[in-house]
């Protein structure tokens, strides 16, 4: 039978034991939420961390994206490409520095296999002199790495091979040159390894074609001059785009999306690190036509992330308090006054557990704050504070839905107060101006009639938005200059005509083409040219309206989209705007730059109704203005097409001549005579192209096409070739050896390795270099006065001899003009053609044959047709001549006979009204 005293103890002790276990589950309660907080942080962490690293690994691609473009460009400008100018050009680079895991960068040449023999001698002959192809054989087509830098031990073995037998790269180099886009290859051990630790690496490939990038498939086919490319190790590049990550999160990359060794790229130490992943997460990236699966693990062991201590404090804290509270109850059996000792040590004790409990609170990871039913905020921690950059009694009494954040807010904070648990983003504006963004999750903890308290939990993230803004950035726009993009243009111009069919309004396409910018880039560097580039296209910009489009398309190429135009006139208007803000002079780098534009123009509907109709129809026009001496804006006209078609129909014409399929080019000749005497002084050689069934074509039906289109470079270099080749056979034959000139474009101008092709010009014929005059427009030199100095000082060190044609037509001052190395001025035949009847053309024509006397120089005098010309020419003591008066040009079989029956001296032949040399 239990005693009344012990059944009163009991009594005592069932509350104490209650409030034991409530207090014990609640500290579980708060335990397990705990957990889960940090957990939810960590997973948080880990996702922003994967972005972030994905986001990396795609700007690292781009950029080596960028610089095989770069390489592309170097192609364009210059046509050929020679070693030297090759390790120039990827010196400039500096790999090593700027693109880690890029070993190299290469040229691979797409030869026939009839061609094999004559490319392998050339390179030889270009400074490879044990140049071999490998693998050895017999093959339909190659495509052999003839240029490598930078040039190692270990990169020179990627020299002549053909990495066309292979039949997995020969796939990426087959869509690439289909899709004139660049390609990567599956993970593969590249050439250069070979002997040595090889690494998993892929190769990226950029196709290189003749001019502008065909439109047509079968175009890009036929046009292929080869591919630039680089092989990235991924082992070297992962440790930098990984960074500080590199410890604190493990990384594996596959090539595919199959998991295995076979397609396994990179993997860090920590991915192996020993335990169960605590975290995991797959990403896909697809880039030149390949799909990487990137697998991202926080192990367990490791731990990623901090406050992973916290929810221990909250359990062992829980225990102890909970522990205190039922030992106070059980004090409470004992006597009124212990149980007054007891009170005061409960309140001691309380006091104590709310200390630590506000230690919890402040020490969390997230922002924690409460706030009222009108948004006040009644309290927070010091990470809330951190995140608004705030004090704690600066906090207290903020309104998110009025003073902090935006209004979008406040149907959030509604909805928390029916009870429901709410998450949204939302961007703050912190009191020092620095924009973040926020991810708020609410709910509400207590509610007494008015009187309500929500809690709520803040994250910040700002580093998984920026990056998730930066990607959607370059999807759309231009990465260099902010511009859009070909993409997005298209959407705003086909937005533009649904809205101009609609209001029944015009607007305008503007195809505008910087003019010689491949001047800058080749003399000045590409770096300078990128930053005219950014300055052209501030200036586009502020020109137009706000509502109009300013896009560029790559390289120096811009498009224009002038909504709700009411005529033409309005266009024009705004052209003309356009080409002052163009022409105004650009400051950059101590350099002042001027620089010139042309502008083709296309109306909707008049000249189209669709986007891909009026883009281009707007560029034909633009190169209407190209052939229309440049520096002015031209509006379509239906016949431009044809025109266009034409110019295309005599491109594909010209490589086919250049390849020896069809036609030929022939050389004819006209003598140049001197002024007294009218002895045999020299030859010019004019090109001449026979094409099937048209005969002879004139130079001007062909010659601006090919300098259009990046031909004139190896239609010159063959002139060369044959001229020299032609005098040599004349002075064999025992014929008087007289210099023969020879017309240099500026874009062989441009080329570093002139030099080098006329000494094998020279060496090749046998000719003396003495009997080599090389003509020179003045506009040509006028672009980089200096690198032309330099460059005809090094054709003078040959022997050959340097004239400037065109003279007067240009842009040379007399001070740079007497720094040449030049031995002739030729005046234009635009002077010569009415020196007898108009006195401006007269004065121009005895100034530059005074200011030729007085720098030394020869004088001649081309297109000289009437005895009153050649008079006043003696009159002003003008040296030579050379023009129909005396001969046209001829073949080589009449010049032969002008060779042996009018010696070079000695002979003065009658010219009478109708002359004939």
């Known amino acids: 039978m239990v005693r009344p005293a012990r059944r009163a103890t009991l009594w005592w002790i069932m509350p104490a034991v209650g409030v034991l276990l409530a207090g014990l589950l609640l500290t579980l309660a708060l335990w397990d939420y705990s957990v889960r907080q940090y957990r939810l942080q960590l997973q948080r962490d880990f996702e922003a961390h994967s972005v972030a690293i994905k986001s990396e690994v795609a700007q690292r691609l781009g950029i080596y994206s960028h610089a095989l473009r770069s390489a592309v460009a170097l192609f364009d400008a210059t046509g050929e490409v020679s070693h030297e100018s090759w390790q120039r050009f990827i010196a400039g680079m500096r790999l090593e520095e700027n693109y880690p895991g890029l070993v190299a960068m290469a040229y691979a040449r797409n030869v026939r296999s009839d061609e094999i023999g004559t490319v392998l001698e050339q390179v030889r002959r270009d400074g490879i002199p044990d140049f071999t192809l490998r693998p050895p054989g017999e093959r339909p087509n190659y495509v052999i790495v003839t240029h490598v830098e930078p040039m190692t031990s270990q990169n020179r073995l990627a020299l002549g091979y053909d990495g066309y ?37 892929v190769i990226m490939y950029l196709p290189v074609y003749r001019g502008r990038t065909p439109e047509a498939l079968a175009e890009r086919r036929d046009q292929l001059l080869g591919f630039v490319l680089c092989p990235i190790r991924i082992p070297e590049l992962m440790p930098h785009v990984l960074g500080n990550s590199v410890n604190r999160i493990g990384f594996s990359l596959y090539d595919g999306t199959t998991e295995n060794e076979a397609t396994l790229l990179y993997r860090n130490a920590h991915f192996a690190a020993g335990g169960a992943p605590l975290l995991t997460q797959r990403q896909s990236l697809q880039f030149g036509g390949r799909e990487w699966t990137m697998v991202f693990n926080s192990a367990a062991a490791a731990g990623y992330g901090q406050g992973a201590y916290r929810p221990g404090i909250v359990l062992g804290s829980g225990i102890v308090l909970s522990l205190l509270v039922a030992m106070i109850l059980l004090s409470m059996a004992s006597t009124r006054h212990r149980a007054i000792g007891l009170a005061e040590q409960m309140t001691r004790s309380l006091r104590s557990a709310k200390v630590k409990w506000q230690s919890l609170f402040t020490q969390a990871p997230l922002g924690i704050a409460l706030m009222s039913r009108d948004g006040q905020v009644t309290d927070c921690n010091h990470a809330y504070c951190t995140m608004i950059g705030a004090t704690r009694s600066q906090a207290m009494g903020l309104s998110p839905a009025s003073e902090t954040f935006r209004d979008s807010v406040k149907p959030y904070i509604h909805k928390a107060l029916s009870g429901q648990k709410v998450t949204f983003d939302s961007p703050y504006l912190s009191p020092d101006g620095k924009t973040s963004h926020f991810r708020y999750r609410l709910q509400m903890i207590e509610q007494d009639g008015d009187f309500s308290t929500l809690l709520a ?77 950014i300055q052209i296209a501030q200036r586009l910009v502020a020109t137009v309206r706000g509502s109009d489009t300013v896009a560029r398309l790559g390289g120096d190429e811009f498009v224009i989209v002038l909504r709700d135009v009411d005529a033409s006139e309005a266009v024009v208007r705004v052209s003309e705007k356009l080409m002052e803000c163009i022409t105004a002079p650009v400051h950059l780098e101590g350099h002042t730059l001027a620089v010139t534009g042309s502008i083709g123009i296309a109306l909707f509907p008049e000249n189209g109704n669709d986007v891909d109709t009026l883009i281009k129809n707007a560029d034909a026009a633009m190169y209407h203005a190209k052939g229309n001496s440049r520096n002015n804006f031209q509006f379509f006209t239906p016949d431009m097409n044809a025109r266009v078609v034409e110019a295309h129909e005599i491109e594909v ?30 030859m010019e050689a004019l090109i001449r192209w026979e094409r099937p069934k048209l ?37 064999d034959m025992g014929l008087p050896a007289v210099p023969m000139a020879v017309n240099i474009s500026a874009s062989q101008l ?56 065109d003279f007067g037509t240009g842009y040379s001052s007399l001070s740079y003009l007497k720094r040449f190395p030049i031995d002739k001025l030729k005046i234009d035949r635009s002077f010569i053609r009415d020196i007898s009847t108009d006195k401006d053309d007269a004065a121009i024509t005895q100034a530059i044959i005074a200011m030729g006397k007085s720098l030394n120089m020869k004088v001649i005098a081309e297109g000289v047709e009437t005895i009153e010309q050649l008079r006043f020419l003696e009159l002003h003591q003008c040296d030579e001549a050379q023009g129909y008066l005396f001969s046209k040009a001829l073949g080589p079989g009449a010049i032969e006979q002008i060779l042996e029956n009018y010696p070079v001296a000695g002979k003065k032949p009658r010219i009478s009204e109708d002359a004939a040399f």
Not at 170 to 183: E, F, L, P, Y
Not at 458 to 477: G, P, T
Not at 782 to 796: P, S, T, V, W
Request: charged share 25%; proline share 3%.
């Open 165 to 201: 037998h292979d039949a997995q790269r020969r796939q990426v180099m087959d869509t690439a040159r289909d899709t004139a886009s660049q390609r990567i290859t599956a993970k593969l051990g590249v050439t250069i390894d070979t002997g040595a630790n090889p690494q998993p690496a």
């Open 457 to 533: 939990f803040v994250e910040d993230i700002s580093e998984q938005h920026h990056a998730a803004e930066r990607i959607a950035f370059l999807a759309q726009y231009d990465n260099l200059t902010g511009l859009a993009n070909r993409v997005l243009l298209k959407d705003r111009l086909n937005q533009a005509i649904l809205a101009s069919k609609r209001r029944k309004k015009h607007l305008a396409v503007l195809f505008l083409d910087l003019d010689h910018f491949k001047n800058i880039n080749d003399s000045l560097g590409h770096t300078l040219g990128d930053g005219v580039l």
């Open 653 to 682: 014409a010209l490589h086919r001549t250049l390849r020896g399929e069809e036609g030929r080019f022939l050389l004819h000749y006209q003598p140049q005579v001197s002024i007294p005497g009218n002895a045999l002084v020299g």
């Open 695 to 731: 005969g002879l074509v004139p130079p001007n039906s062909f010659i601006s096409v090919a300098e259009n289109r990046g031909l004139i470079s190896s239609i010159g270099e063959w002139v060369l070739n044959e001229a020299c080749r032609q005098n040599r056979i004349w002075q």
């Open 750 to 805: 441009r080329n570093d390795s002139l030099v080098g092709i006329v000494r094998r010009a020279l060496a090749d014929s046998g000719l003396d270099a003495r009997y080599l005059e090389l003509e020179i427009t003045e506009s040509a030199l006028a672009h980089n006065i200096e690198f032309a100095i330099g460059l005809m000082d090094e054709l003078k060190s040959l022997g050959v001899k340097i004239s400037i044609d």
